[in-house]
C-alpha cells in the first residue's frame, strides 16, 4: 500500500517545473523530478509519510517527533544505583543510534546520527509519608528527625492481660521475639519463640494468625530484596545469609567466636538489611550495635558500646533494630523499657516511645523486643513482657 502511494506520487511529480513569483517579476521555469519544492506543505506532507513507520524501531522506547527532529526517551530501572543506570542508559543510547542507522539506510533517508544531543534527567519523588519497605530489609524509611508517635498503643496481635494472655492457640502469642511488616499481604510476621513457630497475622482487624514456619527457635530474621534470609545464629556468635535454595548460608557477620573485638560478637539477637546489603546486628551481650558493610571481616559501632547502662549514649540488651534512609538507627532497648533513636554521626539519642518504667499501660513497655514501621511510619513494637503487639500511630501534625 506504502510503495503504490508513493509510486502514485513520483509519477504525479514527474516532468513538472516550479517557477517564483514576486510582483512582476518571475523566476525562471525549474524542471521538478522527484523532490517537492521546499517549504511547500506538500514537502512536509512527504516527509511525514516516509518516517511515518520511524516509531516503531523503538517498540520499547518512548518516542516523540517534531518536524524533522527526533526525541527518544530511555528510563533506567528504579532499583539500580544511579551509577548502574548511567552505564545502561549509554549502552541503550548506542543500541538506539544503531537502530536509527539502519531505519535511515533502509529508507533511503539522510539521518545524521552524529548530531545528537542526550540529556540525563535524575528523578527523586518524596512520599507524602514516610516509605517503609514491607520486610523491613531495605533503608528506604525515611522518617521525619523530630518525628512524635501517640503513646497509648493499640493491641494488634495476640491477646492483652484483659484477654488469654500468653497461649500457643491461634489467636496467641507466647514470647514474641520479632515482628515484620509485609505490605504486599498487608500483615504482620512474627517470630513467636516459646511456640516454636512463625506466624502470619492480617494487619487490620485480625483476630488469628496463621503459621507459616513450625519447628523453629526464632530469635531474629530479616530478607532482603532479592529473597535472601539473615538469621542470627545465637549459640555460634554469627548472622548467616541463606539465598534461595541454599541449606548451609553463609557468614556476613561475626564467626571469630564471642567477644567484643570489632570482628567479633557477643549474643547476637536481631539484624537489619539496607539496600547496599550491610547488616546491622545487636549485641546482647555487648550492648551495642554493630554495622557490616557487605563483603568486610570487621564491623563499626553505630549505637551503644559504652556499656550496660540507661544514659542516652548507652544500651541495655538492645533488641530489635530498624535503620531509615537517613542512617538513622533504632533500636528496642530492653533492659530500659524503651526504644532509642541514634542519628547517624549525631552525639544527642532520644527516646521516642516507653521510658516511663516497666508496665502493662498504654504508654509503657515491657520487654521491648522487636520493631517495624509500615509505610506511613507508623511504628509497631513486640512486647516480650506483655505477650502483645503495640501500635504507635506517627505524629501527623509534623
Known amino acids: 500500500m506504502?510503495?503504490?502511494?508513493?509510486?502514485?506520487?513520483?509519477?504525479w511529480l514527474q516532468k513538472r517545473s516550479i517557477v517564483t513569483s514576486h510582483g512582476d517579476e518571475e523566476s525562471r521555469f525549474l524542471e521538478t523530478c522527484v523532490e517537492a519544492p521546499q517549504g511547500s506543505t506538500f514537502a512536509a506532507f512527504l516527509f511525514r509519510l516516509h518516517i511515518f513507520f520511524l516509531p516503531s524501531y523503538f517498540s520499547q522506547i518512548v518516542s516523540h517527533l517534531y518536524a524533522d527532529d527526533l526525541t527518544l526517551v530511555i528510563k533506567g530501572a528504579v532499583e539500580k544505583k544511579l551509577s548502574e543506570n548511567i552505564t545502561y542508559l549509554e549502552e541503550q543510547a548506542k543500541s538506539v543510534m544503531k537502530t536509527l542507522e539502519k531505519f535511515a539506510d533502509n529508507h533511503i533517508l539522510s539521518a545524521n546520527t552524529g548530531k545528537k544531543k542526550i540529556i540525563l534527567i535524575h528523578s527523586t519523588i518524596a512520599p507524602l509519608r514516610p516509605h517503609v519497605?514491607?520486610?523491613r530489609s531495605s533503608s528506604s524509611t525515611n522518617i521525619h528527625p523530630n518525628a512524635r508517635w501517640q503513646q497509648n498503643g493499640i493491641t494488634v496481635a495476640g491477646e492483652n492481660r484483659q484477654g488469654n494472655g500468653q497461649g500457643s492457640r491461634a489467636h496467641q502469642l507466647s514470647y514474641?521475639?520479632?515482628?515484620?511488616?509485609?505490605?504486599?499481604?498487608?500483615?504482620?510476621?512474627?517470630?513467636?519463640r516459646s511456640n516454636g513457630r512463625v506466624v502470619r497475622w492480617p494487619r487490620r482487624n485480625g483476630t488469628s494468625g496463621e503459621t507459616i514456619i513450625s519447628n523453629i527457635y526464632c530469635v531474629g530474621l530479616t530478607m532482603d530484596?532479592?529473597?535472601s534470609l539473615?538469621?542470627?545464629d545465637f549459640g555460634n556468635h554469627e548472622v548467616r545469609r541463606y539465598r534461595r535454595g541454599e541449606s548451609q548460608g553463609t557468614v556476613v557477620a561475626g564467626g571469630s567466636g564471642r567477644g567484643n573485638r570489632l570482628d567479633q560478637?557477643?549474643?547476637?539477637?536481631y539484624v537489619f538489611v539496607d539496600r547496599d546489603h550491610s547488616v546491622y546486628v545487636s549485641e546482647w551481650g555487648n550492648h551495642r550495635v554493630m554495622k557490616w558493610v557487605e563483603g568486610a571481616k570487621q564491623g563499626i559501632v553505630v549505637a551503644g558500646g559504652q556499656g550496660e547502662g540507661n544514659g542516652l549514649t548507652q544500651l541495655y540488651c538492645p533488641q530489635g533494630v530498624?535503620?531509615?534512609?537517613?542512617?538513622?538507627?533504632?533500636?528496642a532497648d530492653l533492659g530500659n523499657?524503651?526504644?532509642m533513636r541514634w542519628p547517624k554521626g549525631a552525639t544527642q539519642r532520644s527516646v521516642i516511645v516507653g521510658g516511663n518504667g516497666q508496665g502493662e499501660q498504654s504508654n509503657q513497655l515491657n520487654g521491648p523486643i522487636g520493631l517495624s514501621f509500615d509505610r506511613h511510619g507508623n511504628l509497631y513494637v513486640v512486647e516480650n513482657g506483655n505477650h502483645r503487639v503495640q501500635k504507635f500511630n506517627i505524629d501527623s501534625s509534623l
Not at 506504502?2 to 509519477?11: A, N, T, V, Y
Not at 514474641?176 to 513467636?192: A, G, M
Not at 560478637?265 to 539477637?269: I, Q, Y
Open 322 to 331: 530498624v535503620v531509615d534512609q537517613l542512617g538513622t538507627v533504632y533500636v
Open 337 to 339: 523499657a524503651r526504644i
Open 225 to 227: 530484596e532479592n529473597g
Open 230 to 232: 539473615y538469621v542470627t
Open 133 to 135: 519497605n514491607p520486610l
Open 2 to 11: 506504502l510503495q503504490d502511494l508513493m509510486k502514485s506520487i513520483f509519477d
Open 265 to 269: 560478637l557477643s549474643f547476637p539477637r
Open 176 to 192: 514474641p521475639r520479632d515482628v515484620i511488616v509485609d505490605k504486599e499481604r498487608d500483615s504482620l510476621i512474627i517470630c513467636d
